[in-house]
């Protein structure tokens, strides 16, 4: 595997479910984030891990939960979730060089879309 | 001020034109600047960086960027119907001891035959 993978590719849940998103990176990057993208909306971000620490969190609802164990993997935990919350959801890593605006590319997989009932 | 603005377009130019992308930004710390091509249903994928002031040239890319005037352009040349598409403009910012990059909405891309 290489780059930033994402799974699943394509989730239909019902709003009583739980689910996971899980993200990969084999970049060797020590920052990653979830952003969720709306039908012919512009990206929104909604978490941030910089060297497995939550550093932001957008006031983001709390159906969405994320989690961080190691700077390879990222989940998105979902529960309850409501029918606006159908979106593309995207995962991007960086390597964040702390304490500097320069240099800095973010890569994303190919995201998962999700469609809630 | 939004701290990322392009125009969103639709930008429509005929196959084997000059297709000019333009964005301007709020912080004038930033240090470097992204452009991102986005497909229809796609993810966004990286196609330009630039770092300096001037041009960079990539293939039939070139980004253009004047810190003075906070304003970094993308330029295709001999456009092709597969270059439609969104185009997004990044620029990070550093707060709260890390970095995230600050989108802008995207500009869409029409190359018509």
């Known amino acids: 595997e290489t780059g930033v993978t994402q799974t699943p590719r394509h989730l239909v849940m019902g709003m009583t479910n739980k689910k996971s998103l899980k993200c990969e990176q084999h970049l060797g990057h020590n920052a990653m984030y979830w952003y969720k993208q709306s039908a012919k909306k512009p990206l929104e971000l909604m978490f941030v891990?910089?060297?497995?620490?939550?550093?932001e969190n957008n006031s983001v609802p709390s159906r969405f939960s994320p989690e961080c164990p190691n700077s390879s993997h990222l989940f998105l935990h979902l529960h309850t979730l409501q029918p606006e919350d159908s979106a593309l959801y995207l995962c991007?890593?960086?390597?964040?060089?702390?304490?500097?605006?320069?240099?800095?590319?973010?890569?994303f997989g190919p995201g998962t879309r999700l469609t809630v009932t | 001020q939004k701290e990322v603005e392009q125009n969103s377009g639709p930008l429509s130019v005929p196959e084997g034109a000059i297709a000019s992308l333009n964005c301007t930004y709020s912080?004038?710390?930033?240090?470097?600047f992204f452009w991102y091509r986005q497909y229809s249903g796609k993810s966004p994928e990286l196609i330009m960086s630039i770092y300096s002031n001037g041009d960079k040239e990539d293939g039939r890319f070139t980004a253009q960027l004047n810190k003075a005037s906070q304003y970094v352009s993308l330029l295709i040349r001999d456009s092709q119907p597969s270059d439609s598409a969104t185009y997004l403009c990044?620029?990070?910012?550093?707060?709260?001891?890390?970095?995230?990059?600050?989108f802008g909405a995207g500009t869409r891309l029409a190359v018509h035959p």
């Open positions: 990044a620029v990070p910012m550093f707060s709260g001891g890390y970095n995230k990059l600050i």
């Open positions: 991007a890593s960086s390597q964040d060089r702390t304490g500097s605006s320069g240099s800095y590319e973010q890569y």
């Open positions: 891990y910089s060297l497995e620490e939550r550093v």
């Open positions: 912080d004038r710390v930033s240090q470097s």
